[in-house]
């Protein structure tokens, strides 16, 4: 039972380049949440998917997309990397009724 | 492991001493609370949670404390353990769709 799996665990990007960050959780969760989280700033909301089929905006959505590939699967996508989304990105999920999230391990993401 | 919260307050304890971490949050219409330990290079891993309807929860050698009126949390660890150092976010759920708002954290360091 692998919980929440985030890939690529690490990645370079030059400002302008475009990438997706990949997560899958095998836990039959409902809800799905992408969070950046930067030194002294703790964990941000990015964009959020409630159930399969629907996404929304967190606090701090702007130069980020995201995709709900189906119930597993919720992918986050930078159409045009900047140095200010360095950052270290979680995934997260919740199954319905239950109060805290599984987080993944992370992806840390440097643009250069 | 990445570094996470460079300028974080940081509670020194020594091990077999209790620690306390404190944190305030700021929706009055929170329903629920939780805390996450989060320890170099991992995701944040879930400890204890609290409904607004309650004042006091017990888990292994956690406590959670929740004061509504002066909207402040605390985590307590009884006999503190060298794998107990970490960061500690407490996290409030705001609104629908579970949506968590973290805060900057602390940094416990366990000394022998």
């Known amino acids: 039972n692998a919980g929440v799996t985030q890939t690529p665990k690490f990645q370079v990007l030059k400002t302008g380049q475009s990438m997706t960050l990949q997560c899958a959780q095998d836990?039959?969760?409902?809800?799905m949440y992408w969070y950046r989280q930067d030194p002294g700033m703790g964990l941000r909301l990015i964009y959020y998917?409630?159930?399969?089929?629907?996404?929304d905006k967190g606090e701090v959505p702007n130069g980020y997309n995201v995709s709900r590939l189906n119930k597993r699967e919720f992918s986050l996508r930078l159409e045009s990397a900047a140095p200010s989304q360095t950052s270290v990105y979680f995934c997260?999920?919740?199954?319905?009724?239950?109060?805290?999230?599984?987080f993944g391990s992370g992806t840390r993401l440097t643009v250069v | 492991g990445e570094s996470v919260g460079l300028h974080l307050p940081t509670l020194s304890v020594q091990e077999g001493d209790n620690s306390i971490i404190n944190c305030a949050y700021s929706?009055?219409?929170?329903?629920?609370f939780i805390w996450y330990k989060q320890e170099s290079g991992k995701g944040p891993q879930f400890i204890i949670d609290i409904r607004s309807n309650m004042d006091k929860r017990q888990g292994q050698r956690v406590t959670v404390l929740l004061n509504k009126t002066v909207k402040h949390l605390s985590l307590q660890i009884a006999a503190t353990q060298p794998g107990d150092s970490a960061v500690y976010f407490c996290?409030?759920?705001?609104?629908?769709?579970?949506?968590?708002?973290f805060g900057t954290g602390t940094r416990l360091q366990v000394t022998l």
């Open positions: 929706n009055s219409a929170s329903d629920y």
């Open positions: 997260a999920s919740r199954v319905t009724g239950a109060a805290g999230y599984t």
């Open positions: 998917s409630a159930s399969e089929g629907t996404t």
């Open positions: 836990m039959n969760h409902n809800s």
């Open positions: 996290a409030e759920n705001t609104g629908t769709a579970s949506k968590l708002t």
